[in-house]
């Protein structure tokens, strides 16, 4: 039987409660499918940072490199750690792992309610591909003449040919993917966020890569917009959309708008991806922590859960994954129990049991 490793993280605020979802979904994935999963939970966070002042232990690397997967909750308490320093946390690995894409669905389920008027269940699915290494989060920069009032701060984006163009073929190959296996008439495209306009070197140089690889998919069709631009037209026409490429800051403001486009941050679902599987990857909701809901069992459990699905996909249990996916699908569709921000009053643990019923059929 196949066994994986997988390190939970759960991390700060709701971290926990939907942590709890995710692993209950992953082991009856498990059992339906005929794999085991041994995981392993560990506490670091804010409150591993008060009594030990830092987010994770040295070798906290090491450790995480010995596990097939990654679950993490969410990250941050701003009440107890500036963010920029709990989020190293994050970033450390997202880095260290060399996980360069992350990747973001956006799919509006049926039964899902979404604030934009223009979204349908039938146009609304599409990827976001964020490059996820390197860019405006490279972390170059400086504080300079600080306390005088010259004060001045720098923040250097770097992209790097090699960057920019593994994450871009990492979309083409998806969208050609998406063509081959997808059931839409509209897949094989993949838009190039940019802002070539205004970054006359980042983005021109960004462009001039998606050109170039581009060029070695002749059946995807090519598209660009300008990320401001972008903004408005996923709110008028969503479903013109199949795959997206985006640096990191541009990856991070979208996916953000996009997940309302789905119904919420409560459904949005991402994974960072080492491509190559030369390290672990990390499977996450992409919503905050919500300190002020922690404990109250009100969060809703479905980005984890999908989160949970990605991450199958990725070890290469692609009918669990599926099968996670439907269950999703039907407790949405069906709308027996909802969490708060579906317009119910379900617990975030009521919801997982629900999806959980189900997939185990
Ligand atoms: C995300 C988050 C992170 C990011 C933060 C928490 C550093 O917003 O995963 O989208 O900006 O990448
Ligand atoms: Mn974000």
């Known amino acids: 039987m196949k066994e994986y490793r997988i390190a ?56 995480l490199q010995t596990f097939d997967a990654i679950f993490l909750g969410c990250i941050g308490d701003a009440g107890k750690v500036p963010d920029h320093v709990s989020l190293t946390l994050l970033l450390a690995i997202r880095k260290t792992f060399d996980q360069y894409v992350n990747l973001r669905p956006v ?8 604030p934009v008027k223009t979204a349908t269940p039938e146009t609304v699915d599409m990827l976001v591909v964020r490059e996820n290494t390197e860019g405006e989060y490279s972390g170059a920069g400086g504080f300079f003449k600080m306390g005088t009032p010259d004060a001045f701060a720098i923040q250097t984006g770097i992209f790097t040919w090699k960057g920019c163009e593994r994450v871009m073929r990492y979309a083409f190959e998806l969208s050609r993917k998406r063509k081959k296996f997808g059931d839409k008439s509209k897949v094989g495209m993949v838009t190039n ?16 890569v998606y050109e170039e690889v581009a060029a070695d998919f002749p059946d995807i069709k090519t598209d660009a917009a300008l990320v401001d631009a972008l903004t408005m037209w996923l709110i008028k026409n969503p479903g013109y959309f199949d795959v997206i490429v985006a640096s990191n800051l541009f990856g ?41 809901y922690t404990g109250k069992g009100i969060v809703n459990p479905v980005a984890s859960v999908e989160s949970v699905r990605m991450m199958l996909d990725h070890l290469g249990e692609e009918e669990a994954a599926l099968d996670v996916q439907k269950a999703v699908m039907q407790v949405l569709a069906e709308g027996k129990v909802k969490t708060r921000d579906l317009g119910g009053t379900g617990k975030t643990h009521e919801m997982g049991n629900e999806i959980n019923r189900i997939l185990r059929g």
């Open 252 to 292: 991070d403001i979208i996916t953000d708008l996009m997940a309302m486009i789905q119904g919420g941050m409560g459904l949005a679902a991402g994974g960072n991806i080492n491509p190559e599987k030369r390290y672990p990857s990390m499977f996450e909701p992409i919503h905050g922590s919500a300190p002020k």
């Open 193 to 208: 966020c940019t802002k070539s306009n205004a970054l006359n070197y980042s983005m021109v140089f960004w462009d001039s």
């Open 8 to 63: 939970l993280i759960p991390g700060d605020g709701v971290g926990n409660e939907i942590t709890d979802e995710a692993a209950k979904i992953l082991n009856t994935a498990a059992q339906k499918h005929s794999f085991d999963v041994q995981t392993r939970r560990f506490d670091w966070g804010c409150d591993y940072y008060l009594q030990n002042g830092v987010m994770m232990p040295e070798d906290a690397l090491e450790t």
């Open 107 to 114: 799919k509006l389920y049926p039964g899902v309610h979404s």
